[in-house]
């Protein structure tokens, strides 16, 4: 979605013209939309009320108000995005209520969200901000990204595979959780899939907790295990028929852990 704000002066006279054109109807506006209109004109525009929508579609549109300087620049804009094979589609209606905010205004929607919330982000030129917080007039671009909605539209649209959800290992700790938090870490940081249980339960507890999460392995550290340096591995699944690698518990030294998870879940 694409449109222009034109250059300050053009912003301007276009806010003006808002103002006369809302405050002429103020009783066909919302109660909310009134409010607004007394902070800033343009963010009216953005009301989805079916109460300011014949209002909102009779506005004034910002084009009629570029000087020759800003047609020419957004017609420019428009000719890159054609050359580039990027599609778009002019909307009037799309502004930006920040000062700092000149010519082009873009917006991202996503299809499969719901029409109100549907915008997955958005931005525009920035040639006022680095002078409105002191500096030099200087030009700039920028855009914010709703990660949230954009992961739902990725996920709607299938873009990414389906993440595994089972883990390699599950910790349990008795001791705490200070152990579990630093075997966890270290095991993530070597690309294992690893969880664990909070709230310091009882190995009862933690250990249906492994079962549920998929894990193949648990770890489990207990006070005997913490003295002497050691720690428990338990398959949790029946190994592959001719794969006596994962075959029995083991007690191993803290400091082998990693190489014996390696090779058991290579």
Sequence with gaps: MLNSLGEPADRVRYV??????????LDALSAESRVTLQKNPLRVLDSKREHDAELVAAAPRIGEFYSPEAAAHFQ??????DTLGIPFTLEPKLVRGLDYYRHTTFEYQGGTLDSAQNALG??????????????????????ALGLDRTLLACDDEG???APPTAVDVFVVDT??????????GQ??????????????????????????SGAS????IGSNELDSGT??????????AGDDTASGQAVIPRSDLLDHLKKVTS
Excluded: C, W
């Design 159 to 161: 873009v990414f595979a």
């Design 231 to 240: 720690v428990v591995v338990r398959p949790l699944r029946a190994a592959p």
């Design 16 to 25: 003006d013209a808002l103002q006369r054109h809302f405050e002429a109807n």
């Design 175 to 184: 001791t705490g959780g200070l152990q579990a938090m630093q075997i966890t």
């Design 217 to 220: 392995f648990a770890v489990i």
């Design 122 to 143: 958005g931005g525009g030129r920035y040639d006022g901000l680095v002078e409105s917080l002191g500096g030099p007039a200087t030009a700039g671009v920028g855009f």
């Design 187 to 212: 095991l993530r940081a070597a690309g294992l899939r690893v969880d664990r249980a909070f709230e310091n339960r009882s190995m009862k507890s933690q250990m249906k907790a492994a079962d549920r």
């Design 76 to 81: 420019a804009v428009q000719v890159g995005l």
